[in-house]
């Protein structure tokens, strides 16, 4: 299972309404955590049900703790736009 699909299928305890996310490890070539082959900077914009009510920092917490020890090693960085739904973006 490539890095990619694992992020999505762990993502999906949160029961996203929208995901999407891009490997931006190319853009970081020569950066601290990047590697040959990519799979370590990433962008994500997901919305969920999950997010309602809950500030951006507890928004975060909780990609964290699905992502569990993938956020330690592949995954060096990752950008997160996380909204609930009717918020822009989501």
């Known amino acids: 299972m490539s890095v990619a699909d694992e992020i999505r299928r762990r993502l999906e305890t949160l029961a996203p ?3 999407e996310l891009s490997d931006e490890s190319a853009r970081h070539a020569g950066h601290a955590g990047a590697r040959p082959g990519g799979d370590t900077h ?3 914009l997901i919305a969920s049900a999950a997010f309602a009510g809950q500030p951006t920092l507890a928004r975060h ?3 964290y703790a699905a992502l569990g020890e993938l956020m330690n090693n592949p995954i060096h960085a990752l950008a997160i736009t996380a909204r609930a739904p009717g918020e822009p973006d989501a």
């Open 17 to 19: 309404l929208r995901l």
């Open 42 to 44: 990433w962008r994500l």
């Open 61 to 63: 917490r909780m990609i």
